[in-house]
């Protein structure tokens, strides 16, 4: 059973520059929800999806946004990048809305140059 | 914005001891999730404990909720190594599934 799978690993962008991050969730969840986590910090929660629409967003500008497919899996969508954006961006799932585990991926390294 | 901190920041220990770290959070919560995280690695499940509990135990592994002191702690018994990571306590409020995590622990096991 494949966890929660994320692409790609690192990369590396421009200030100004567009990213987008993928994640596959743990096969049977069918939520997914977005972290930033700046060096030495704690993750930091940027949006939840379920049922293909934006549940949650936590205190991140409109250039973060995303998308949820049919088959559960979530794309994160970054424009105008910053500095400041530099980060892992984690992906993480799980079944349902409320009260129960909830898994991570590996994370996508995002260096913003 | 943080929900809680973890204490201490940063801990160091010889293998085969025992390591505690402790979680205190802000607000009351549905339950609390404890991860490791390996240097530039994702997140690692430990254990999750509801507000109605008090202990878990997985392993070597021990975890307490003392939810009239909105705190938590993470005891690993017999430390090994492979156990040197750092650790979030994370707390869910609410039926969200949404997590908000602490500053977290920096655990050092020397062989």
């Known amino acids: 059973d494949a966890g929660v799978t994320q692409s790609p690993t690192h990369l590396i962008k421009t200030r100004g520059q567009q990213v987008t991050l993928r994640c596959s969730p743990k096969?049977?969840?069918?939520?997914v929800s977005w972290y930033q986590q700046a060096l030495g910090q704690g993750p930091q929660f940027i949006f939840q999806?379920?049922?293909?629409?934006?549940?949650q967003r936590g205190n991140f500008p409109d250039r973060f946004s995303g998308h949820q497919f049919p088959n559960y899996s979530s794309e994160l969508n970054v424009n105008a990048l910053l500095l400041g954006d530099s980060a892992l961006y984690l992906c993480?799932?799980?079944?349902?809305?409320?009260?129960?585990?909830?898994?991570f991926g590996e994370g996508s390294w995002l260096t913003v140059v | 914005s943080q929900q809680g901190e973890e204490d201490p920041q940063a801990l160091s220990i010889q293998e085969g001891e025992n390591a505690t770290m402790n979680c205190s959070y802000k607000?009351?919560?549905?339950?609390l999730q404890w991860y490791r995280q390996n240097s530039g690695r994702g997140l690692v499940h430990l254990i999750l404990?509801?507000?109605?509990?008090r202990e878990k135990h997985s392993g070597r592994l021990r975890v307490t909720l003392d939810t009239s002191k909105k705190s938590s702690s993470l005891l690993i018994t017999a430390s090994r190594a492979a156990d040197t990571a750092s650790y979030f306590c994370?707390?869910?409020?609410?039926?969200?599934?949404?997590?908000?995590f602490g500053t977290g622990t920096l655990l050092a096991v020397q062989p």
């Open positions: 999806y379920y049922e293909e629409e934006e549940r």
């Open positions: 404990i509801r507000s109605n509990e």
């Open positions: 607000t009351s919560i549905n339950n």
């Open positions: 096969s049977g969840h069918d939520t």
């Open positions: 994370a707390t869910e409020r609410g039926a969200t599934n949404k997590l908000i």
């Open positions: 993480a799932s799980s079944p349902g809305l409320a009260g129960n585990t909830i898994y």
